[in-house]
C-alpha cells in the first residue's frame, strides 16, 4: 500500500495477524523495507503484526531534494506518520542501523508511541559519539563516515552502477549475505535518485560532530550486537546502558555480523517477541540478563 504525508508518498507492508500487537520496523543503510524479508513471518507465526516502510529517500514518491529534509526529526516524523495513518497508537520499534537510530530518537523523544524497542546493530547515538570522541576503536570504526559524507566521494565510487554495487554489497555483506538479498538491495540503488537521496541520511545527522543529546529512554529496551561488526565499539556498547532507565537487555552475537536481521532472522525475531511479550512498564518490568549467542 501507499501512504501520504504531506506530499510525500511512502510504500508500506502491513502484514501478520489483524489483532496482533504491532511492530513497526525500520530498516537502514543501504536497504529498504525488504530487509525485513527472512524475520516478519516469523514474527506474524508469532501472532505479531508488522509495519515496515521504505523511509524518506527510499520510497520513490518520498525523496524531497534539500539535504536537511533526511534530519532524524524528520524521519522520526514519517515514521510516527505512518502509524497514525493506519490508526495505531502506539507500537512495539524494531530498527536496524540507521532504522535503530531512528528507533533511538523515537523512543527518548516520544516514549508515548513507543511500547518497546528492539536496536539491532547501532548503539545509542550519545553513547556512539562519546565513544568516537575518546575511543581509538571507535575513531577507527568511523572512518567509513568520513568517506560517505565525503562530496562526491561516494557517488564516483559508485559511478559505475549495479556492477560496483554488486562488489560492494559482496563485500560490505562479509560473505553472509545471499546472491537474492544482494540483488534486491542493488535493484534498489540503482532506481534514480536513490543513491543520493540514501547518502543524505548521514549527511543531514553527522555522526562525528556535535551531539545529539537524545536523552535517557525509558521503555523497555534491548539492544543486539554483533562482536564481528566493525562499525562499533566495545565502549560504545559499553556506554549504552547509561542512556536506558527502563528495563534494558543487551544482546551478544559472537558470529553474526552486521547484516542482523538477514543472517539470523530466528535469533532476531525471537529477541523481538520476548520483549514484545514483556512489555511492563519501565516500574513493573524486571531488567532482562544479557544473552549471548
Known amino acids: ?93 524494531v530498527g536496524h542501523d540507521w532504522g535503530a537510530a531512528v528507533a533511538w530518537y523515537l523512543a527518548a523523544k516520544r516514549p508515548d508511541r513507543v511500547r518497546t524497542l528492539t536496536a539491532l546493530a547501532i548503539p545509542h547515538l550519545d553513547a556512539y559519539q562519546h565513544a568516537y570522541r575518546v575511543d581509538e576503536e571507535q575513531q577507527r570504526s568511523s572512518q567509513y563516515v568520513k568517506f560517505l559524507v565525503s562530496d562526491g566521494a561516494a557517488e564516483h565510487f559508485l559511478a559505475d552502477g549495479a556492477a560496483q554495487l554488486h562488489a560492494w554489497f559482496t563485500q560490505a555483506g562479509e560473505g553472509v549475505l545471499t546472491d537474492a538479498q544482494i540483488e534486491r538491495y542493488v535493484t534498489t540503488h540503482t532506481r534514480p535518485g536513490t543513491l543520493d537521496a540514501a547518502l543524505n541520511w548521514y549527511r543531514a545527522n553527522d555522526l562525528l560532530g556535535d551531539p545529539f543529546d537524545f536523552g535517557q529512554v525509558t521503555v523497555p529496551t534491548t539492544f543486539v550486537y554483533s562482536r564481528t561488526d566493525t562499525a562499533v565499539s566495545e565502549l560504545a556498547v559499553e556506554r549504552t546502558a547509561q542512556h536506558v532507565t527502563g528495563p534494558y537487555r543487551l544482546v551478544t552475537l559472537e558470529e553474526t555480523s552486521h547484516w542482523q536481521p538477514q543472517q539470523d532472522p530466528t535469533t532476531i525475531a525471537a529477541e523481538i517477541l520476548a520483549r514484545v511479550r514483556a512489555h511492563g512498564t519501565p516500574e513493573s518490568s524486571p531488567a532482562a540478563p544479557p544473552a549471548t549467542y
Open 1 to 93: 500500500m501507499q501512504i501520504t504525508l504531506d506530499d510525500l508518498v511512502f510504500d508500506v507492508a502491513v502484514d501478520g495477524p489483524l489483532d496482533g500487537e504491532p511492530v513497526l520496523l525500520l530498516h537502514g543503510f543501504p536497504h529498504n523495507k525488504e530487509s525485513w524479508t527472512e524475520t516478519a513471518p516469523l514474527l506474524h507465526a508469532a501472532g505479531l503484526r508488522t509495519i515496515a516502510f521504505d523511509q524518506r529517500g527510499y520510497s520513490p514518491g518520498a525523496r524531497p531534494a534539500d539535504v536537511d529534509a533526511y534530519r532524524l526529526p524528520h524521519l522520526a516524523a514519517d515514521a510516527l506518520g505512518v502509524l497514525d495513518s493506519l490508526g495505531v497508537a502506539s507500537a512495539h520499534v
